[in-house]
Structures are given as C-alpha cells and as structure tokens.
C-alpha cells in the first residue's frame, strides 16, 4: 500500500522541487510546477463587483528589502542637521512636499505619488517585518499565512486566464507563498528580469511529435497517481500541466523576454536588476497581470548609510520615476496601483558607524496610480522623524489600502484549513482618505 501521507508531509518549497524535477525529465521543461498562480480556481470571490468606482485592476508592489531609511529618502528633515545629516533635501513637482536629493526624478513623479510617512510596525527585525509586511500578520510557528499577492488572488481571481495572475521579481519566494490557502494562490517567483521564465520553451532537442507523446504517457502516469493519492494538493498540481501548456504556445508568454522591448525604454528603467524588474512589471500588467512584486535589497545600512543609500537610490530613482512616467503614458496609471513597501525605517541617531540601525516606530511607505490622490501626504512625524505625530499606518491598514484600491472586500473573512478567520489586512481598516 502506498503512503498517502508522503506528499502532505513536505512543505510547498519541497512539493514544488519535485513537481519541477518530474517535468523536466518527463517532458522537457520545467516551467510546470511554478505556476501555481495560474490555475483557475472555484473558490475565488472574483463573481462580486468591485466595491469602489474605477478600481484598480493591477499591482506593482515593490518591496524595500532591509529597512529603508525614511530620513534619506521621503521624510527628510531639513531643519534639523543633527538626524538629517548630509543628505540634500529637494523639492518636488508637489507643492509643499520634500524628498530626498538623492531621489530627482522620482521629485518630478511626485504629483503622482502619496505618501505614507506616519507608517509604523512593532516588528523591529527582518524576517518578522518582512513577513509582518506582505501579510499583516505576526509570524508564528503553528500557521503560515498568505502573502498579500496570495490575498489577491484569492479574492479577485485572475484577469488573463493564460498567464500567472501572481509573479514575484527578485526576492525571496517566502513572500510569494500562498501560505494556508495553498499553492494554487501562491506567486511565480522569478529570480531575475533578465532570465525572464526559464525553460517554459520546449527544447530543440525534443520533437513536437516527441513532446505530444511525453505528454500522453504523463497523462497515463497522472491517472494511475491520482487513483492511489486523493490529497486536494495533488489536484492543485495536476492543474499545472494544462495551464502550463496552454501558456507556452500562447504570445502573452513573449512579456517575460525584455529582449522584445525597445532598448530606449529599457534604459528609462535602468540597465540593473531592480530597474529591469520594474520593466517586466509594465509589460506583464500590459498582459493583465493582477498581482507583481519587485524587490530590492541593500537598505539594512548600519555603516556607511549615506553613501548606501545614495547608491540605492540611484537605482531605485531612475525606476520608480520610470515605471510611473510610462505607466502614465501608456494610460495605465489609474488602473495600475504602484505601492512601495519596507518592512521599518532607520534610527534618526546616526551611529559611529556612520549608519542607521532597525527603527520600527516611524517610517514612509509610497503610492501611486490606482486612484490614489497625487502630491498628497498622509501621516507626520516630529522634527526628528523619530514619532508619528499624526495618521499612523500600520502594514495591515497598508495591504487593506492595496485591496481597497482593487475594489476587494478587505472585510471578507477566509477560514485556514483549522477553522481560523483572517481578513487581508488583520482585521485593519483601508486608509481611504488617499483617494481621489
């Protein structure tokens, strides 16, 4: 008798790993078993209208990895040289409103932008914030919960049946899972733009005629599997094969190759990983992409963090103000939410080091497009950016804003397999004065 128990025992990573491996030796590709977010489901909430006029119908999330300094970036102080430093203050293309000089471009996308700067968490380390972050929730040995793309997939289902709903650029793939609602919700990761998705063409060395028979004997193989093993995951894989299919004889698999994209406007972005990522974005959201993150490391500057974080906002600069320009001038921006994340802020004291060290208590969170007011500012803090004088938002308040902006019912309550209620934002409510 064979062991049902085998395939529940191993976590989704490990599950994935020998889906991929199967694929591959079986058929020649191994783009299969990653598309978790592209198998269409009956459980989504995707029937129920949008719940505010002109929602917005795509994410591009991007994801500060480290801990973003808001001093340095968009809650400088000018006033006081002691937590200000040597980094330049500038003004923006919004009245009234300061940012970064190491961030020009971006002070010239400002009328599009909203800024958050009363965020606050009470996560004070990185892999509690980042998880605390993309799910609203605490970690804790005994669940794990959705990631924020996860949420909206579960609630809006996919816009473009043929390509992953839910694609993950350059971070880690921990914030891509579909935790408790399973992998059928979960993120295609993608460590690099560039790579776009590896081995999703049919080798040369294998034969159409070859590849059509592969397919008939894992057909066989399924049936017989799935005769011994009735796990609801195994179901959740076996759906990956159609799609999988499906997807590479369709063209929205060209808006993973940037090499089809204009070498103009791949400079606009920049010629680095963040900045490329940011790229594949656009283009995927031109191909209804409901839910992509980007993300870029290098915030955590405990030394040197003036020089970092000037390097980082280099990049960081040159594609945010990209992405929002071309957004705008493809006439995607209001149907298109920006959001830009990081799990805390940096300490107003600057160390012997010359850094900044974790600071949960004050930081700034971005967006832009998806109906958000441009030129707008919700939240303060005091004169050394230490407090949250005003309008403070927590990251479950943050994600309850992204879904808001999608018109999702951020009040929708859904179960874990033990029975457990969650909501997207842990029962946080949408920061609605953002809104035009």
């Known amino acids: 008798m064979p062991d049902k128990t085998i395939f529940n025992k191993s976590d989704e990573v490990s599950r994935r790993q020998f889906m991929i491996g199967a694929a591959k030796n079986c058929l020649g590709v191994s783009v299969l078993p990653m598309l978790g977010a592209t198998i269409a489901t009956n459980d989504t909430f995707a029937a129920a209208p949008p719940t505010r006029r002109g929602a917005a119908k795509s994410v591009i999330f991007l994801n500060m990895a480290g801990g973003m300094s808001h001093l340095d970036t968009f809650d400088p102080k000018p006033q006081n040289k002691e937590v200000q430093g040597p980094t330049p203050v500038i003004n923006t293309s919004a009245e009234g409103i300061q940012i970064s000089g190491f961030l020009?471009?971006?002070?010239?996308?400002?009328?599009?932008?909203?800024?958050?700067?009363g965020m606050q968490t009470n996560q004070g380390a990185h892999e509690q914030g980042q998880y605390l972050l993309h799910r609203s929730y605490p970690m804790r040995g005994t669940i794990v919960h959705p990631a924020i793309g996860a949420w909206v997939m579960r609630l809006s289902g996919r816009r473009n049946?043929?390509?992953?709903?839910?694609?993950?650029?350059?971070?880690?793939?921990?914030?891509?899972?579909?935790?408790?609602?399973?992998?059928?919700?979960?993120?295609?990761?993608?460590?690099?733009?560039?790579?776009?998705?590896?081995?999703?063409?049919?080798?040369?060395?294998?034969?159409?005629?070859?590849?059509?028979?592969?397919?008939?004997?894992a057909d066989k193989m399924n049936s017989t599997f799935h005769g011994k093993f009735k796990q609801k995951q195994i179901k959740t894989y076996n759906g990956l094969y159609d799609e999988a299919i499906k997807l590479m004889t369709s063209e929205d698999l060209k808006a993973f190759d940037l090499n089809n994209e204009d070498i103009k406007i791949r400079d606009l972005y920049g010629q680095n990983g963040f900045g490329q990522g940011?790229?594949?974005?656009?283009?995927?959201?031109?191909?209804?992409?409901?839910?992509?993150?980007?993300?870029?490391?290098?915030?955590?500057?405990?030394?040197?963090?003036?020089?970092?974080?000037?390097?980082?906002?280099?990049?960081?600069?040159?594609?945010?103000?990209?992405?929002?320009?071309?957004?705008?001038?493809?006439?995607?921006?209001?149907?298109?939410?920006?959001?830009?994340?990081?799990?805390?802020?940096?300490?107003?004291?600057?160390?012997?080091?010359?850094?900044?060290?974790?600071?949960?208590?004050?930081?700034?969170?971005?967006?832009?497009?998806?109906?958000?007011?441009?030129?707008?500012?919700?939240?303060?803090?005091?004169?050394?950016?230490h407090t949250v004088k005003e309008g403070i938002v927590t990251p479950g308040m943050f994600n309850a804003t992204i879904g808001h902006a999608l018109g999702l019912p951020t009040e929708k309550v859904v179960n874990s397999p033990s029975g457990r209620p969650f909501t997207i934002g842990d029962e946080a409510k949408p920061v609605k004065e953002v809104f035009a």
């Open 278 to 385: 940011c790229l594949l974005a656009r283009r995927l959201v031109e191909h209804q992409v409901r839910f992509i993150e980007v993300s870029m490391g290098g915030w955590d500057t405990h030394s040197d963090n003036f020089v970092s974080v000037e390097s980082r906002c280099q990049n960081l600069d040159t594609a945010l103000a990209g992405l929002i320009s071309d957004l705008e001038r493809r006439g995607l921006l209001d149907s298109t939410l920006v959001a830009l994340g990081t799990e805390f802020g940096r300490t107003p004291e600057i160390n012997e080091n010359t850094g900044r060290d974790h600071f949960p208590r004050a930081f700034t969170c971005l967006m832009a497009g998806g109906g958000v007011k441009g030129g707008f500012v919700y939240g303060e803090t005091d004169r050394k950016a």
């Open 161 to 217: 049946t043929t390509i992953p709903g839910f694609v993950s650029v350059g971070g880690s793939a921990e914030n891509a899972t579909g935790g408790f609602m399973g992998a059928k919700y979960g993120g295609v990761p993608l460590g690099s733009a560039n790579d776009g998705l590896k081995d999703s063409k049919r080798a040369h060395s294998v034969s159409e005629s070859d590849f059509n028979r592969r397919l008939g004997l």
């Open 104 to 117: 020009p471009k971006t002070a010239a996308m400002m009328k599009y932008i909203t800024l958050f700067r």
